[in-house]
């Protein structure tokens, strides 16, 4: 159990055009979703808290205009990247908290999109 | 704010037992976690220590020193396929926000 599956796993797209990423966790229904960024040998940055139903939360010095982030329902967030530029590829990883977790902050990981922009 | 130290690199041979250490400044604490992650491949949940002590699942024991600020994650009979990255990370308030260490990278050679 406690899956969460993204699409698309991978994608090439060029500058200046848009790029949605989708999360869904697929037996479990998710009240807060997390979108994470990674680059090469580095750590997990967190980018945004998703809430179902409410706008995300973004972290410090992330831009809530080209990060766009629906979670629409207990399912299904999406991270869209608007106007794309080279430096925005990168490796996204979204996870998610299952409904009534209550003490347990395991989160059930993605397995993440590899963006490269050209 | 929040931060979490580890080392960024661990070497060990196959069967041995190798401990990486994660140490903490948090201004509140809700407890640390340990994840695994594959080259390419999303992390995978470990453990969790909300209280002080050890935890055991398997091969993998976490430990939690909370007056310390300290905590280490030990694995034992290691294998090939334990070669991965490990990171710390503690929750960041209740609402699971999650904060993550820089990561060890842990190569297990023959």
């Known amino acids: 159990g406690a899956v969460v599956s993204q699409h698309p796993s991978r994608v090439i797209c060029k500058s200046g055009t848009s790029v949605k990423i989708e999360c869904r966790s697929l037996?479990?229904?998710?009240?807060?979703m997390f979108w994470y960024r990674q680059f090469p040998k580095k750590s997990l940055m967190l980018m945004a808290t998703s809430n179902e139903g409410s706008k995300a939360t973004y972290e410090q010095g992330v831009e809530k205009d080209k990060f766009l982030i629906n979670h629409a329902s207990l399912t299904l967030s999406t991270l869209t990247v608007t106007s794309a530029h080279p430096e925005d590829s990168s490796f996204y990883i979204c996870s998610a908290r299952a409904l009534g977790q209550g003490q347990s902050y395991e989160q059930y990981f993605g397995p993440g999109t590899r963006l490269t922009v050209t | 704010g929040q931060s979490l130290e580890q080392p960024s690199e661990v070497t060990a041979v196959e069967g041995a037992i190798v401990q990486i250490n994660c140490t903490y400044q948090?201004?509140?604490?809700?407890?640390l976690s340990w994840y695994q992650q594959h080259d390419g491949g999303a992390p995978t949940f470990l453990s969790y220590?909300?209280?002080?002590g050890l935890e055991e699942t398997g091969r993998f024991s976490s430990f939690l020193s909370r007056s310390d600020s300290y905590g280490y994650l030990l694995l034992q009979e290691l294998q090939m396929k334990d070669s991965a990255s490990y990171f710390c990370a503690a929750p960041h308030n209740q609402g699971g926000k999650l904060i993550f260490g820089q990561g060890t990278e842990l190569s297990v050679k023959p």
């Open positions: 037996d479990f229904q998710a009240t807060t």
């Open positions: 220590n909300g209280l002080d």
């Open positions: 948090t201004s509140g604490f809700y407890g």
